[in-house]
Structure formats: structure tokens, C-alpha cells
């Protein structure tokens, strides 16, 4: 079956053994986690973790329904990339005395939209933010001069979309609680 | 006024207390004994059963939750305990069953230094729990196992891993139970979305051939009146997964019997020639639907059921109707026209004559020969008035179990479904009695699996529970047996099993009983072990090579059914 790059977006109550609870959803259908990122979200008390992974989208849909069930999770989505904003930031650390000896460099960073961020005899740290293609460009770019450590982070993304499912969750769930439902 | 303050132990006694809690079925051990010392004070109001194995616990548990709709509840320390359990959590995952398991654990400060009898318990729960949580302090006793008894009981119930550590049983709490109905990220009873029902509706109206599924979830929802009322009223003809066969009387003329490999042929040749296939409260599993290419293609599929992580997951749907079954029932009902399908309904005659002739006549009445595992089956039942909880182990004592029990009421049968675990029957047994103590309980169980968890006849002499285990012995692994016969050129690979003697096993816990081997002694045998008071094991030898038909092999469509070694349906 044909398969896709999707984003995965979980949010979560703030619990130890989260991660652990929805990794394994993704291992027991032999899913390769290509990226993950976790933190905080905007809402408080929130986290939310972006996870990418190829699939299918019959093993997609499973995938996200079973991770929603468990207990602690809030709510969880799949997307495709043409339905996210999405970026990743990469970190290059080349040897000063190479990047100093040509003179291309400025036109480099200026082309990729990159950030010096330290600068010492040694190496220089160079960041750029971007879609995985084009960090990978500014890697290959920046080989030449000899690149000692390159690291991407996960994906961040931020949907199209212009229903906020989180925050109306949340809303109908204090619904809920407000009305005492027990059983 | 300052409220008082008692250990985590106590305060985990009064959770259970507040929950309503009378039985525990447990094992102390270091991790754990402070609980257990606790319990002492606390016996007049707890009854605790000392299991043998913590595997038997959670069986007793689960057999216990399962006759009576409680939370089973499990007692044990950490470590090999902790390890212990987990066949009988797993089954009751799969199974859908609500229990509470504590397991102790090595103090806080020990955690992580491979201490003795120390296991990531939470780590190795996560994949078969619904939920699973690790508590160190005893200020969170009271909230958790709050908590641990709404998930397990509530949506679709299952078991809950409460891991606690030493410290926080010894250290001392304020202590105030508050009841949990409400946890933010966790929506057990779903709204119901009439759009879904009258869609239902609509379909189920304009069928001229439905059929509906039966599945526990109508047990587990308490929709048995409802799911009457609604097939009645539509008039659709119904077939039984194995953990939904006592919601309905087995005698209802819409009752058609068993799903599934071993199931009735009726209700799985039926599943291909309906147009409207109606599934509450089951899972579409792989012994029920055989090969999914070929099964219900013709048919339009409407899933009723309370997680939605079920729908589509097998069998496509046309509907899906998310809810808790009793409710969904409910709002459907009214949309209903009153229906009769009577050619439809009488159609399914062709395939139950047939089935008699080939299958069940032989297996109930045979002229001679070796006694057969089904006229056991069928005999106990009737000796009972059909009025018996069915408990059974895995194999072809469970199958036979299935399809020759009768059923008169609800929450009738007992057995590990999903996960097909040897050694359940025993420990499930002892649990379904003490859960319904005004019943009798009927344990078939195969020589093989009997073994697994023998131990628990100890729990039988010491608590003297009335257990009627009827032991179905042909000194095989059967259902293996009958695999290797079919599929493996009758290459009998470590199925035939030298036998201790049971009865004499037996009498040493001081449990009665008696060997059947010629049919003449059966009725007299079953007689007595009924009237006895206390538990009862009947040896029955049974026809060595028994097999158990009809059979669809497995992941074959589900009409493509052996009647016997030689001949299709």
C-alpha cells in the first residue's frame, strides 16, 4: 500500500509514562517514528507531541483512534503536509578556519536565511530553520567546509485549519464536568 | 477540626471500603505487607481469598467481575507477583473485563536500582491496561484508586494496575474519599448522535434479510431487554459471539446460535447471504469473521458499539452508532417498524437440520462407543434447568462448553475468550461462585488445562467453595490434537499427556468425586455431583480423538465449514 508522510499530533494531560503508552501504538504495528517532538502547548497544564511517521491512511485512522482512547490523552490528529504549517530548526558545527578562508560565506547564510549563533576559534554554530529539505541543502552546502555535528530537531506544526478541535474539547469537557456526569 | 490521619495501608482498606469492596483475591509479600497487615483489622468487613498462584487472582477476579457486573478486585506484592498477573490482566483487557489490580512495590528511594523484588510494573502493564498507575505517596491513595475504579468500570470497562510503593503504604495520610465521575481527557459514555440512529434506522427498516450480532457488549451495557425488544420488534434473526451467548436465552426462536470457527452453520452462512448485518457490542475478532476478503461483502454494516477505536478497525462500516449499547438501543427502538422477515427467519431450518443430522445428533445421542465430550455438556446443562453458570477453560472443552450449554439468563458464561488462556477456567470458576453464591457453577475443563492452574484446589478446600468441575479427559491436548490430525498429517507433536489420578488429587484436598467411563454411569454421576454439597470433580473419560465440528478452518471464509474430517457444508 501506498504510503504517506504523516504528522501525528497528540494532546495530553502532563503524566509520566505518556509517551511511553503512545509509542507503543505505533510499535505494535511496526511504525518507524521518523521525528517527535514534546513540550508544553499554549494551553496550560497541556502537552502536546508532534510525531511523523510513513503510513498508510487505513493504519493512520486505527492508529489515532487507539492513541485518543488511552486514558490521559485528550485528543489526537493525523495530517498530511499540505494541511500544516510546519518546521524544523537544524544546527550545523563547522571549523571556524574553514568557513574563514572562503569567502562565499556570507552569501551562504544569507541565501539559507541561517543564523550564525556562536563563533570561536574553533567551530562555528550555524542555525536554520525550515522544511527537512532545505536544511538538508545547507548541509551539503556546508560539507565542503567539513560539518563536525549537524542535529534537526522534530517537527513543530501548527494546523491550517480554523476550528481550534483542542479548545472546544476542553470547553465541552468542563460542560461535563459541570453537569456532574456519573454513572 | 483536624482531620485525621491514617497510614496509606488504611487508607487504601477505606478506599476499597467506599468503593464497596467485599472480596479481594490476593497473595501477601514483602512489598505489600503492610497492606496486608492492615487487612487484618479490617477482616469482618473484607473478605480476603488466599489464591495459590497471583495468575489464579486475577482469574478469580475476572470470573467473579464477569457474574456479577462488580470491579474484580487483586491484591499482590511486586516483583514475581507483579509478573505473575499479567496473563490474567491481559485477558481481561481483551476480554473487557473491569478489575482493580494493587501490586506492591519496592519503597521510592529504591525505585530504579533493581532492588529486590523490584519490576518496572507500570512499564510492563501500559500495553495490556487500560490504565496503569504508579502511587508514592499516601496522600494520592485515595484519588487513585478513585479513579482506578471509575476507568475500569465505566465505557468499556477493563483492568486498572494500581503500583504501590512501601512508603507511601507506611507513610500517613489525611484520609477523605472522594468518589471520581469525571476525568478531563476521558469521555467513558459518548453522547449519541441521532443522525447515526436514524440512519440505523432507516437501514434496519428497509432490510428484508438482517441478521444481528450478539456481542458482550450487550452483557457489559445491561441492554439484554433492549436488544430483545429491538430484534422482536424488526424481527431479525441473531447470532452469538462466545461472550455474548447467555444475553439471550438459547431457546428464543431469533436466537440462531454461535458465531465464529466452531459457531452454528446457520449464523455463518448467514453472514453472507444477509443484507443488513447489525453487530452490537463485538469486535468483528478473526475467529469470528474468518478471512475478511470474503465476509459480509454483500451485506450493508451497521456497528453499534462503545469504542469508537472499534469501528472500521476490522469490517468497514455503512454506520457506526457510538454509544453505550443500552442507550443507543434505546433511541433506536422507537424508529423501528414491526417487521416480520418470516421466510428470511425460516430459512436458517436448512442449515440447523442439517447440522443436526451431521454434527450435533452424533455428538448428543451416539448409538455406542466412547463417550463424547458434547452429550457431557448437554446432560450437566439439562441437569441444571439450563439454569447453570457455564465456566470453561480453552479448548475443546470450551467449545464444546459453548455449543451445548444452554442458557436461561444473562451473565451465564464464564470463559477467556480473546485471549484464549489455559488455566483460566479453574481460578475463574472459583471466583464466578463466590460472585454469585446462589448459583451453581459449572466448570468444564480439559486434562491439560485443569494442570495449569491445579493449584487452586487449595482455595476450594479452604473456603469451601461449591465448584461442580466437570473434567473432560482424553488425555490429549485436544484442540491441539485436533489441529495436528487436520493441518499436520496427524503428527501428534507433544499432545498426548500421561495423567496423575484427578480423583484421588482431588480427595486429597478433601474435594468428593468419581470417575466416569462408560455412558450408563453418567446421568447417575452428574446426579450426584449436583446434589452434593461442596464441590465435586467428575473424571469423565471422554472419546480420545473427539473433535470438535462444525469448523471453519482458520482465516478461511466463513461459509467454507467442515461438517466432519470428511465432508463441507
Known amino acids: ?183 | 477540626m483536624a482531620k485525621e490521619k491514617i497510614s496509606g495501608s488504611e487508607a487504601l482498606i477505606r478506599s476499597l471500603l467506599a468503593e464497596n469492596v467485599k472480596t479481594i483475591y490476593g497473595y501477601p509479600g514483602g512489598a505489600i505487607m503492610p497492606v496486608f497487615d492492615c487487612l487484618y483489622d479490617y477482616k469482618d468487613r473484607i473478605r480476603h481469598i488466599l489464591v495459590r498462584h497471583e495468575q489464579g487472582a486475577t482469574h478469580a477476579a475476572q470470573g467473579h467481575a464477569r457474574v456479577s457486573g462488580e470491579v474484580g478486585v487483586v491484591l499482590v506484592t511486586s516483583g514475581p507477583a507483579a509478573t505473575n498477573i499479567i496473563t490474567g490482566v491481559t485477558d481481561a483487557m481483551i476480554d473487557s473485563t473491569p478489575l482493580v489490580v494493587i501490586t506492591g512495590q519496592v519503597s521510592s528511594s529504591l525505585l530504579g536500582t533493581d532492588a529486590f523484588q523490584e519490576t518496572d510494573v507500570v512499564g510492563i502493564t501500559q500495553p495490556v491496561t487500560k490504565w496503569s498507575y504508579q502511587i508514592r505517596h499516601a496522600d494520592d491513595i485515595a484519588g487513585a484508586v478513585a479513579r482506578a475504579f471509575y476507568i475500569a468500570r465505566t465505557g468499556r470497562p477493563g483492568p486498572v494496575v494500581l503500583d504501590l510503593a512501601k512508603d507511601a503504604q507506611q507513610g500517613m495520610t489525611e484520609f477523605e474519599y472522594k468518589e471520581c465521575n469525571y476525568i478531563r481527557s476521558y469521555i467513558p459514555y459518548p453522547e449519541i448522535n441521532d443522525e447515526e440512529i436514524k440512519k440505523a434506522a432507516e437501514l434496519i427498516n428497509a432490510a428484508q434479510k438482517p441478521f444481528l450480532l450478539l456481542g458482550q457488549g450487550v452483557v457489559l451495557s445491561h441492554a439484554e431487554q433492549e436488544l430483545m425488544e429491538m430484534v422482536e420488534k424488526a424481527d431479525i434473526p441473531v447470532g452469538c459471539t462466545l461472550l455474548g451467548l447467555s444475553a439471550m436465552p438459547t431457546d428464543h426462536p431469533l436466537n440462531k446460535g454461535m458465531l465464529g470457527m466452531h459457531g452454528n452453520v446457520g449464523p455463518n452462512i448467514k453472514t453472507n447471504e444477509c443484507d443488513v448485518l447489525i453487530a452490537v457490542g463485538m469486535r468483528f475478532d478473526d475467529r469470528v469473521t474468518g478471512d475478511l476478503n470474503t465476509y459480509a461483502r454483500q451485506a450493508k454494516v451497521i456497528h453499534f458499539d462503545i469504542d469508537a477505536s472499534e469501528f472500521d478497525k476490522n469490517v468497514k462500516t455503512e454506520v457506526s452508532v457510538l454509544g453505550d449499547a443500552k442507550a443507543t438501543l434505546s433511541s433506536l427502538i422507537p424508529l423501528l417498524e414491526k417487521k416480520k422477515h418470516t421466510a428470511w427467519i425460516e430459512s436458517f431450518a436448512v442449515c440447523e437440520e442439517k447440522e443436526y443430522d451431521k454434527v450435533i445428533s452424533k455428538e448428543l445421542f451416539p448409538a455406542d462407543g466412547p463417550i463424547q465430550m458434547g452429550e457431557v455438556v448437554r446432560k450437566v446443562s439439562e441437569a441444571t434447568a439450563n439454569k447453570a453458570i457455564l465456566v470453561t477453560d480453552v479448548g475443546q472443552n470450551q467449545m464444546f462448553g459453548a455449543r451445548y450449554f444452554k442458557f436461561t439468563q444473562t451473565r451465564s458464561i464464564v470463559t477467556s475468550g480473546g485471549l484464549g488462556t489455559m488455566g483460566f477456567g479453574l481460578p475463574a470458576a472459583i471466583g464466578a461462585k463466590i460472585g454469585a453464591p446462589e448459583r451453581t457453577v459449572c466448570l468444564f475443563v480439559g486434562d491439560g488445562g485443569l494442570q495449569m492452574t491445579i493449584e487452586e484446589l487449595g482455595v476450594i478446600m479452604q473456603y469451601g467453595v461449591d465448584v461442580k468441575i466437570i473434567l473432560l479427559n482424553n488425555n490429549f491436548l485436544g484442540m491441539v490434537r485436533q489441529w495436528q490430525q487436520l493441518f499436520f498429517h496427524e503428527r501428534y507433536s507433544e499432545t498426548p499427556m500421561l495423567n496423575p489420578d484427578f480423583v484421588a488429587l482431588a480427595a486429597s484436598y478433601g474435594i468428593k468425586g468419581r470417575d466416569v467411563e462408560r455412558r450408563e454411569q453418567l446421568d447417575d454421576a452428574i446426579a450426584e455431583m449436583l446434589s452434593h454439597k461442596g464441590a465435586y470433580l467428575l473424571n469423565v473419560a471422554v472419546e480420545e480423538k473427539g473433535m470438535v465440528f462444525p469448523m471453519t478452518p482458520a482465516g478461511s471464509c466463513v461459509t467454507n465449514i467442515m461438517l466432519n474430517v470428511n465432508e463441507k457444508y
Open chain 1, 1 to 183: 500500500m501506498d504510503k504517506t508522510l504523516y504528522t501525528v499530533t497528540v494532546y495530553s494531560e502532563n503524566q509520566v509514562g505518556l509517551l511511553n503508552q503512545i509509542s507503543i501504538i505505533f510499535t505494535r504495528r511496526r511504525l518507524n517514528i521518523e521525528s517527535l517532538s514534546v513540550s508544553a502547548s499554549a494551553i496550560e497544564g497541556v502537552h502536546k507531541f508532534t510525531i511523523t511517521t510513513w503510513s498508510d491512511l487505513d493504519t493512520m485512522i486505527k492508529v489515532v483512534k487507539q492513541i485518543e482512547k488511552k486514558i490521559d490523552v485528550l485528543k489526537a490528529f493525523y495530517y498530511t503536509d499540505d494541511e500544516i504549517v510546519y518546521q524544523e530548526v537544524a544546527l550545523y558545527k563547522v571549523a571556524t578556519d574553514k568557513l574563514l578562508d572562503d569567502s562565499s560565506i556570507e552569501e551562504l547564510v544569507r541565501r539559507h536565511n541561517a543564523r550564525i549563533l556562536e563563533v570561536n576559534r574553533t567551530y562555528t554554530v550555524i542555525e536554520k530553520s525550515g522544511h527537512p529539505e532545505e536544511t538538508q541543502q545547507l548541509f551539503e552546502e556546508l560539507s565542503k567546509y567539513g560539518v563536525m555535528q549537524f542535529v534537526r530537531s522534530g517537527r513543530v506544526a501548527i494546523t491550517k485549519s480554523t476550528v481550534e478541535h483542542v479548545s472546544i474539547f476542553l470547553e465541552e469537557q468542563e460542560g461535563r464536568r459541570n453537569n456532574g456526569e456519573s454513572r
